[in-house]
């Protein structure tokens, strides 16, 4: 299953919970991006509790989901934060950076709610040394190929706004790679045949880790415009499909065109016609 906006909570009772509300961001390789960070105040710890001292910022919980659909690929991971003595106030930011090329620079992912400081809702909490604020944020609808990772920054401020400590921590990185089909075509041959006519070969590949069919595949500029489908292109492989139409006329255009329509859940529809022209000869 995918990440949603409803990410699971367990209520604890005395807890506060609520919900961020949804963002969508516009970034290249990114239709939309969806943050929903849920923020949870724990009662203080009890006596009983273990006489070692806990962590005061931690990241746990990470979650990387691949997926073939877009809006179901997503990461998460959940931030733990404990107050510093004198706590007035506990902040969190939460960064999500992206790497396109492979040993390329991580890039920041903007957005409202990614980038910004937060707050609990209760503005008291971290006032109280057990306090625990504890932090769930997924994000959903990644574009790919791409690494991701969050970078999380942690800060305490005293009852005069001045910081008593700040901490910065980063997530294990986030591989969704691009699982769809990707179809192109990538030759158009012409042959003259003994009847007058040409043979049109078009070699249709897909570049995708998804095998995709059927496929439509057109010929324009050989006489009446063509269209002809082919059962399945494998993932990674490629098909022909041979068109007998009219013999080509030197100086014409001969347009090949697969997916026309769209049908196939392609990642670049770019690269779906190749243009070329008539050979001289005619067909050979």
Same mark, same amino acid.
């Given at each position: 299953m995918g990440l949603t906006n409803t990410w699971p909570h367990r209520r604890i009772p005395g807890s506060e919970l609520f919900r961020a509300p949804l963002v969508r961001v516009g970034v290249p390789r990114i239709r939309y991006l969806i943050a929903a960070g849920a923020i949870a105040a724990l009662c203080p710890a009890s006596a009983s509790a273990a006489s070692s001292a806990p962590p005061r910022d931690q990241l746990r919980s990470f979650i990387c989901q691949k997926a073939l659909d877009p809006p179901a690929r997503g990461v998460s991971i959940q931030a733990v934060m404990r107050p510093l003595t004198g706590t007035a106030k506990m902040q969190m930011r939460f960064d999500l950076m992206r790497q396109t090329k492979p040993g390329g620079a991580f890039r920041l992912v %903007?957005? $409202?709610?990614?980038?910004? +400081? *937060?707050?609990?809702?209760?503005?008291? /909490? #971290?006032?109280?040394?057990?306090?625990?604020?504890?932090?769930?944020?997924?994000?959903?609808?990644?574009?790919?190929?791409?690494?991701? %990772?969050? $970078?999380?920054?942690?800060? +305490? *401020?005293?009852?005069?706004?001045?910081? /008593? #400590?700040?901490?910065?921590?980063?997530?294990?990185?986030?591989?969704?790679?691009?699982?769809?089909?990707?179809?192109?075509?990538?030759?158009?041959?012409?042959?003259?045949?003994?009847?007058?006519?040409?043979?049109?070969?078009?070699?249709?590949?897909?570049?995708?880790?998804?095998?995709?069919?059927?496929?439509?595949?057109?010929?324009?500029?050989?006489?009446?415009?063509?269209a002809a489908t082919i059962a399945s292109v494998g993932a990674r492989s490629t098909a022909r499909h041979r068109f007998v139409a009219p013999a080509c006329r030197p100086g014409a255009v001969l347009t090949v065109t697969v997916d026309r329509s769209h049908t196939v859940d392609e990642y670049d529809f770019a690269n779906n016609t190749l243009t070329v022209p008539c050979p001289a000869s005619g067909g050979t």
């Open positions: %903007r957005g $409202r709610l990614l980038g910004d +400081w *937060i707050l609990p809702q209760d503005s008291t /909490l #971290g006032q109280r040394p057990g306090d625990v604020w504890v932090v769930n944020h997924p994000v959903v609808d990644l574009g790919a190929p791409a690494r991701y %990772r969050f $970078r999380v920054s942690f800060r +305490w *401020i005293d009852a005069h706004g001045h910081q /008593l #400590g700040g901490a910065v921590q980063s997530s294990p990185t986030c591989w969704q790679p691009e699982l769809r089909s990707d179809l192109l075509v990538r030759s158009l041959t012409v042959s003259r045949l003994a009847s007058g006519q040409d043979a049109y070969v078009a070699v249709i590949g897909n570049r995708g880790q998804s095998g995709a069919g059927p496929v439509e595949v057109d010929l324009a500029g050989a006489g009446p415009h063509q």
